[in-house]
Antibody
Framework: QITLKESGPTLVKPTQTLTLTCTFS??????????VGWIRQPPGKALEWLAL???????RYSPSLKSRLTITKDTSKNQVVLTMTNMDPVDTATYYC??????????????WGQGTLVTVSS | SSELTQDPAVSVALGQTVRITCQGD??????ASWYQQKPGQAPVLVIY???NRPSGIPDRFSGSSSGNTASLTITGAQAEDEADYYC???????????FGGGTKLTVL
């Protein structure tokens, strides 16, 4: 059974750094073709991809947020951590982590966490 | 702006067939995957690859692709299919992830 769960603060102040942890079970992030991504969704708006880390530690970031994001993994703990610096009220959103599977031209997020709502406010 | 374009809203009569589309240059090289999201819930994968359904997804959901357009078809839409639907793929470089802007499906 594959599960993912996001954890972190529910409220951050503007200019602060957000640190979110995705703790997963049922798969290994050292398995070829597997990754973990972060996706967010502001209230009432669309999904927005943020960052991705692959089994081989390759990392990818959304171009619009690249300067503010860092993604890391701890394979032994089955965790992926996302940090986002200089938080702003527009970053208020539900943040999801999800497992990515890559097979040739096929690329999909097959398991998602429940999401965690992060509010940015002073 | 998203590199994958979806119609913001689509409606279908109960029991009828509806097609939700996703357009983007990257879809000429990569398959789209499709997600269903109901209010207050996390997205759920419904179609991936050429036309694959995860376990538990009804067979009324199917996927297809032609040129730069991927389509999600629901044959015999049910009331419980009312939701937001998002497509997802790689970007044109193949290095990054993109999501479409989502389509709100209303079942009349």
């Amino acid at each position: 059974q594959i599960t993912l769960k996001e954890s972190g603060p529910t409220l951050v102040k503007p200019t602060q750094t957000l640190t979110l942890t995705c703790t997963f079970s049922g798969f290994s992030l050292s398995t070829s073709g597997v990754g973990v991504g972060w996706i967010r969704q502001p209230p009432g708006k669309a999904l927005e991809w943020l960052a991705l880390i692959y089994w081989d530690d390759d990392k990818r970031y959304s171009p619009s947020l690249k300067s503010r994001l860092t993604i890391t993994k701890d394979t032994s703990k089955n965790q992926v951590v996302l940090t986002m610096t200089n938080m702003d009220p527009v970053d208020t959103a539900t943040y999801y982590c999800a497992r990515l599977v890559v097979v040739a031209a096929t690329y999909y997020f097959d398991y998602w966490g429940q999401g965690t709502l992060v509010t940015v406010s002073s | 702006s998203s590199e994958l374009t979806q119609d913001p809203a689509v409606s279908v009569a109960l029991g009828q067939t509806v097609r939700i589309t996703c357009q983007g240059d990257s879809l000429r090289s990569y398959y789209a995957s499709w997600y269903q999201q109901k209010p207050g819930q996390a997205p759920v994968l419904v179609i991936y690859g050429k036309n694959n359904r995860p376990s538990g997804i009804p067979d009324r959901f199917s996927g297809s692709s032609s040129g730069n357009t991927a389509s999600l078809t629901i044959t015999g839409a049910q009331a419980e299919d009312e939701a937001d639907y998002y497509c997802n793929s790689r970007d044109s470089s193949g290095n990054l992830v993109v999501f479409g802007g989502g389509t709100k499906l209303t079942v009349l």
